[in-house]
Nanobody, 126 residues
Framework: QVQLVESGGGLVQAGDSLRLSCAAS????????MGWFRQAAGKEREFVAA????????HYKDSVKGRFTVSRDNAKNTVYLQMNSLKPEDTAVYHC???????????????????WGQGTQVTVSS
């Protein structure tokens, strides 16, 4: 059973930075691609960023490119999302997600991530 636990959310002002963490447990983490998604109030969940199992390939939603950076530390079974220059429109609950074991390639397709964390709230005030 895979468990994902996010942390690091909070209330910040526009222009500030936050780093989200996602701690994974339950099985070997190295060979699995991970993603970050977000859901704003009243909106559908959307893709934010993804990273391959090795960490060598990343993929981002256009609106966060240049501001957000996804990374991972496989020794710690943890994925990070560094968010800089935050904007009010980044306000959402952020979820990390994992692909199935040995599916190491990145994708923005939500249905290809069967494992999800409960999320952490990020609120950006103007």
């Amino acid at each position: 059973q895979v468990q994902l636990v996010e942390s690091g959310g909070g209330l910040v002002q526009a222009g500030d930075s936050l780093r989200l963490s996602c701690a994974a447990s339950g099985r070997t983490f190295t060979s699995t691609a991970m993603g970050w998604f977000r859901q704003a109030a009243g909106k559908e969940r959307e893709f934010v960023a993804a990273i391959s199992g090795s960490g060598g390939t990343t993929h981002y939603k256009d609106s966060v490119k240049g501001r957000f950076t996804v990374s991972r530390d496989n020794a710690k079974n943890t994925v990070y999302l560094q968010m800089n220059s935050l904007k009010p429109e980044d306000t959402a609950v952020y979820h990390c997600a994992a692909r199935r074991y040995f599916q190491a390639t990145v994708t923005s397709t939500e249905s290809l991530y069967p494992y999800w964390g409960q999320g952490t709230q990020v609120t950006v005030s103007s």
